[in-house]
């Protein structure tokens, strides 16, 4: 049976450390929450060798062991043992070659906590084109614990990264070196401290002096501290400086042992010729919007194929079905209930897949930083900085870990304005709404034999969140009074190949999580439906059932039209049929029916339920042997006009665009703010915002 250990996975952001976490879990890692906060927490299982396995904590990632946001309390609080369920039995340090300096400040702090420490050295790769070598041996002997060279890019020394944590656990080896004198720094406090908390060391003394009142310890162990504090003259701020001063000169003499690197000025790295170009303040807006043009335009190309393998197989599957089993009502939920709202989900993957894949590749490649800082200017005009387009680029994906990522941003308005424009953002879960519907109404025309007319549609639909977003960000500016400065401090990092194995296993996570999670309320929504749709109050249905069989037993050449008819007819008269027409006449002056209606309602828990709502009710209504794009094409209204005109489809993308339609964002919303206010106003003002400009757009276009 094999042992199992719990690895903490640390590092400075842009070291490596997603990349080595990926390399090390593959597919078999999960993601939830840290306990009692909302930061994501990401584990995995390693298989170190046939004796020992290991649970992965991918911790996030932070400069210094001084935290000054949410994410990086949490780190914190798992370094210095305080966390109640997360309790390493070992650490494993990433650090960044071609930035060793930096990255050691950090590693120093962990060793002086005296925890088993491995050092996994990445991006030596990138110091090599700096013209940059580290002594691996010499390092090692200097930081007193093993030392491991890695790519985990092109999973080199991962089998030695292994050993070396095996070994680590096995002699219990402990960090043996100081980096600063403890005693020098505070000796009377530190000793107090240990007298009230024996267990602690020098250096987790000082941590419980200076951030006592953040740590999870009883009020009266806080009380004890802030005393001792207070009688010994304790400095925290002159004692932080003091220690960075120490670290830096001990750095200082390791680099000088250890490191070779040419003078910085000797050559340019074709990273800062890249960013001449791509940052320049001109042609950057321009290449940025070709790049998401380009994005916008492959959700169509390179998605057409298998959405149409995937229409016609469960188009195919469902007349199969309804030519072999019994006209009984288990036989209706299967096809019209749960095989519809099946296919309403799965068709959609390969556009999710396809989005989530060119996101993470730029996220790779290292340009997705380089927009945070192209567009920090924009940003600040309209009351927001560059930190806030990673949550809005993120909202692309989905709102939720969007808003959940706003603690990058120190700023309190700038985080609360963040969180109120961020929906805005088309969210996968519109995709599906976007592309049935641009299909319907927008032809597959072609400029300059490659502009595609629907991919440009798209582009437009995707751009007016955004400057939506901007808009209402610079109006409410004005009105939410926190006067706060703020800094936009990013680092840069180097242009780098994209990692397919780690795209591919994104855009599979993801595509499992879009069809597990949002599959799982689809598929509810859906029987719901099936039932609200086959059922009607006060046995309606069964006396059209009655009225229509007199009728084709009467006419008989015509039974295919009457039984059509009567479709339609028990549709109207179902409870679901009842729910739509009291909110009809809401929703007329945008040109939806009411048909439309329900989907309104029943997508509000998940904007992509309205294309799983459609394929019921036209199931429901409509044989099987033509795909939900063909019947929602011919649909038409009682006067014979049809449902899905440009004006109504448009109308309909409008609203979505602008639309609150997601329980879960303002959930998220209500725990990131803590309170029920902003999600509310949210909901107001969004939906007003999209009622208002769809009746507009439906007026224009009519």
Known sequence: MQQVINIALVGNPNSGKS???NALTGLNQKTGNFPGVTVDKKTGKVSLSNEYVANLIDLPGTYSLYPRRSDEWVAYKVLMHTDEEIKPDIILLITD??????NLLFCSQILDTKTPVVVALTMNDIAAKKGIRVDIGGLETDLGVPVVEINPRKSKGIQQLKKALIASVQHKTIPTRSFINNKELAAKSIEAIQQEIPQLNDYSSLHYLINFQHLPISNSLKQTIENVARQTDFNATKVQADEIMQRYQRIKVIMQK?????????????????DNILLHRKWGYLILLVVLFIIFQSIFWLAQFPMDWIEAGFT????????????????DLLINGIIAGLGGIVIFVPQIMILFGLITILEDTGYMARISFLTD??????GLNGKSVMPMISGLACAVPAIMSTRNIENKKERLLTILVTPLMSCSARLPVYIILISLAVPETYYFGFLSLQGLTMMILYLLGTVAALLVSYIMKWFINIKEKSFFILELPVYRNPRWKNVGITMVEKSKIFVVEAGKIIMIISL????????????RLKTIDTKYEALIQQFPNEADSLQKIASTEKLQHSYAGILGHTI???????????KIGIALITSFAAREVFV???????????SDKYSLREKMNAAVKPDGTKVYTLATALSLMVFYVFAMQCMSTLAIVKRETKTWKWPIFQLVYMTLLAYSASWVVYQVFS
């Open 584 to 594: 009809e006449p809401v929703i007329t002056p945008l040109g939806f029916d009411w």
């Open 19 to 21: 990349t080595l976490f």
């Open 258 to 274: 250890n490191v070779f690197a040419p003078d910085p000025a000797e050559k340019k790295l074709i990273s800062d010729k890249l």
């Open 377 to 382: 200017r924009l940003m600040r005009k309209v």
């Open 97 to 102: 070659a071609s930035n060793l300096k930096r």
């Open 528 to 539: 719901l439906l099936w039932f609200l749709s086959s059922y009607g109050p006060d046995n």
């Open 316 to 331: 195919a599957f469902s007349t199969m079905l309804s030519h072999h089993l019994p006209e009984v009502w288990w036989s």
């Open 612 to 622: 799983g709502t459609m394929a019921t009710l036209y199931s429901v209504e409509e």
